[in-house]
């Protein structure tokens, strides 16, 4: 592990913005909130505009180390650090999170954490180099895809499923640009692909049968190390059009 990376103190937290937008505004109510907006933006882009490659994980807090999708999502973090030197982002909670924040920083790399502030399970985890926090989930999620070169979706409760449907809307309505989208994990997203195809495709009709062609599924590593290694640099230019 690179030595270099120590745990980097957030210098500025979710409570920090909003006592900062009610002193500028004058009170807490809707003036305060597009403030808080505002700058939850401006810190989130900030941080991963200009920090080179980077690869976002998606998936469950609750899964626990010794899970087998832990382990595996550690082992392909790991080897995206060590082999292609890619900073890797995550929600910087516990399980799947924290399994790609581990295995970030022990190959080496920057080991990012876009946290939220919730009533459970969200607690930023010890391998996360630097941590941004966030109040509201769309400017976080903004935040994730910003300038990633890929985005790798684990096994996940209903918060994972709304990061992956909202990313297969923005490529749909081509509000982002093309991206790899990589579901990770076959026994998990599998059934997930099914019910779209006999659900949503065949028998309402609500997508295209080309909308299943936005993301893959694979449990291949070496397969998604050779996607990530052809994916295209992203700088922002190409989000939210």
Known sequence: ?????????????????????????????????????????????????????????????RLKPEHPEYIKVY????????????????GGGGGIMEAANKGAKEGGVESIGLTIRLPHEQATNPYVTKEVPFHFFFARQVSMSYTTEACIFC???T???????????????G?????????YGSDFWNPVKKLLQEVFVE????IS???????IITDDQEQILEII????TRNGDDELN
């Open 159 to 173: 918060g994972t499923m709304y990061e992956f449907f909202e990313m297969l809307t923005h490529l749909q309505t």
């Open 209 to 215: 049968a080309s909308d299943l062609e936005r993301f």
């Open 203 to 206: 028998k309402y009709q609500t």
């Open 1 to 61: 592990m690179d030595k270099n990376y120590n745990y980097e103190p957030r210098h500025i937290t979710a409570d920090d913005i909003k006592n900062g937008c009610i002193t500028l505004t004058g009170g807490d109510g809707e003036e305060a909130k597009l403030c808080m907006i505002q700058e939850e933006f401006r810190e989130g882009i900030d941080t991963v505009k200009d920090m080179g490659p980077s690869v976002t994980f998606y998936g469950s807090a």
């Open 175 to 183: 509000k982002i640009g093309t991206l790899p989208v990589i579901l």
């Open 75 to 90: 082992n392909l973090a790991k080897r995206i650090a060590s082999e292609l030197k890619y900073i890797v982002i995550s």
């Open 155 to 157: 096994a996940g409760g």
């Open 229 to 232: 290694r052809n994916s295209k």
